[in-house]
Each structure stands twice: as C-alpha cells, then as structure tokens.
C-alpha cells in the first residue's frame, strides 16, 4: 500500500504560480511512476504529467506542456508539480498518483491522494 497526500493548492491570480506536493508513505516510493492528476467540475479527471521512479523520463498533457514541470525526490518520499503561468482553465482539484511504469491514463494507476484544490482567478 501507499498513501498519498497532496498539499500546496489555494487562490492564485492569472499569471501565478503553484507548487503543489505529494508526500508519500507505505510501500518503497522510489519504485512507482508518480503522476499528477486533475479534475474541474463536472468534467472527467484528466491527465497531467507522470514522471518515471528515476525521474529520468516525464510526459506532459500538451495543455500544460511548458508551463507545468513535475519532479521528485525520492530520498524524502515527495513528488512536486510546479505550475506556472497558471491559467483559469487550469482551475481544478489536482491528484498524484502512483502507478507501477510511466502511464496516462487514469484508470492504470493503483493509489490516489485525496486532492487540493487549485483556484486560478482571472
């Protein structure tokens, strides 16, 4: 098992910055692909970002591409996703998760942190 907590969302204006966290307990955090999830409401939850167990290979949503940099440190069991340049449409509840190799897609990935939300104002 893994637990998974977020941390890091609020209010930003347009234009802002986030750094959201995602510490990990449990089983070795250093053997799981790590992404970032995100959902708005009354939309689906939609891909972010995953970054491999090394941090050598990361993918990004092309919505986030350039903007948004995800990364970790596996010696303090936390996985980060700066955001920058945020967006209103950026405006969401966004989840990490854990998965087994680099994925994107929602359904492969085995454990989920509860979310924080990020509010991007105009």
């Known amino acids: 098992q893994v637990q998974l907590v977020e941390s890091g969302g609020g209010l930003v204006q347009a234009g802002g910055s986030l750094r959201l966290s995602c510490a990990a307990s449990g089983r070795t955090f250093s053997s799981y692909a790590m992404g970032w999830f995100r959902q708005a409401p009354g939309k689906e939850r939609e891909f972010v970002a995953v970054i491999s167990w090394s941090g050598s290979s990361t993918f990004y949503a092309d919505s986030v591409k350039g903007r948004f940099t995800i990364s970790r440190d596996n010696a303090k069991n936390t996985v980060y996703l700066q955001m920058n340049s945020l967006k209103p449409e950026d405006t969401a509840v966004y989840y990490c998760?854990?998965?087994?190799?680099?994925?994107?897609?929602?359904?492969?990935?085995?454990?989920w942190g509860q979310g924080t939300q990020v509010t991007v104002s105009s």
């Open positions: 998760a854990a998965t087994d190799v680099v994925r994107k897609s929602v359904y492969e990935y085995d454990y």
